[in-house]
């Protein structure tokens, strides 16, 4: 089975840094096993991820051209046919809103025709 994927562009004013962004998205969605990985295919070459429902998160910094007000990328995947995203997708702008994060849903992410629904 393959895999679905959503892609978000965040900023949040209470976070320092990577880390502790990830922390709070974490805590905030009750996202379980988040772990720190490193990899060079990360900007600062680290990122975070961990289990939220049926789906796996991904959250590491953005280096995408031309959306620089929201530096903190959260990509979330699952298997296809499930309907577990559009679910998570829900609790994402619902939870990280009322927790006074910025996001926007990318459409199309890191492709010529992106585009960026603000919530």
Partial sequence: MGMQI?????????????SDF??????????????E???SNYPEEKYFVGKID?????????????F???PYWLSV???TGSDALAHIEMLI????????IRIAKIENFDKKDMLRVDY
Avoid: P
Avoid at 93 to 100: C, E, F, P, S, V
């Fill in 93 to 100: 702008k619902k939870m990280l809103l009322t927790a006074g």
């Fill in 54 to 66: 049926a789906g796996r998160l991904m959250v590491a910094l953005s280096d995408v051209a031309g």
């Fill in 37 to 39: 990985r490193d990899s």
């Fill in 68 to 70: 620089d007000d929201l």
């Fill in 22 to 35: 990830a922390h709070r998205v974490f805590k905030t969605l009750d996202v379980t096993d988040g772990m």
């Fill in 77 to 79: 995947n699952t298997e």
């Fill in 6 to 18: 959503i892609n978000f562009l965040c900023a949040d004013g209470q976070s320092r840094d990577l």
